[in-house]
Nanobody, 124 residues
Framework: QVQLVESGGRLVQAGDSLRLSCAAS????????MGWFRQAPGKDREFVAA????????RDADSVKGRFTISRDNIKNTVYLQMNSLKPEDTAIYYC?????????????????WGQGTQVTVSS
C-alpha cells in the first residue's frame, strides 16, 4: 500500500513558476514509476509527466514539454513537478500517481495509487 500526499498548489499569474511535491508513505517508493496527471473542470483526467523508478527516464506530455520538469528523490520518498511559464490553460487539479508500469505506458488506466490532488490556478 502506498499513500500519496500532494502539496504546493495555489493561485499564480501567467508566466509564474510553481513546484508541486508529492510525499509517499511506505518503503516501496522506489519500486514505482511516478507520475503527475491533471484534471480541469469538465474535462477528463490527462497525463502530464512520468519518471522511472531510478529517475533516469522521464516522459512529458506535449502540452508541457519544455516548461514542466518531473524529478524524484528516492531517499525522501518524494516526487516533484517543477512548472515554469505557467499558462491559464494549465489550471487544473494536479494528481500524483504511482504505477508498476513504465513511463512510456503511464496512463490513467495503469495507475495503482492516486493522491488526493492539489489545485493549481493560473490567472491571465
Amino acid at each position: 500500500q502506498v499513500q500519496l500526499v500532494e502539496s504546493g498548489g495555489r493561485l499564480v499569474q501567467a508566466g509564474d513558476s510553481l513546484r508541486l511535491s508529492c510525499a509517499a508513505s511506505g518503503r516501496t517508493f522506489s519500486s514505482y514509476t511516478m507520475g503527475w496527471f491533471r484534471q480541469a473542470p469538465g474535462k477528463d483526467r490527462e497525463f502530464v509527466a512520468a519518471i522511472s523508478r531510478s529517475g533516469g527516464i522521464t516522459r512529458d506530455a506535449d502540452s508541457v514539454k519544455g516548461r514542466f520538469t518531473i524529478s524524484r528523490d528516492n531517499i525522501k520518498n518524494t516526487v516533484y513537478l517543477q512548472m515554469n511559464s505557467l499558462k491559464p490553460e494549465d489550471t487544473a487539479i494536479y494528481y500524483c500517481a504511482a504505477s508498476i508500469t513504465t513511463p512510456q505506458a503511464m496512463a490513467v488506466m495503469a495507475i495503482n495509487y492516486w493522491g488526493q490532488g492539489t489545485q493549481v490556478t493560473v490567472s491571465s
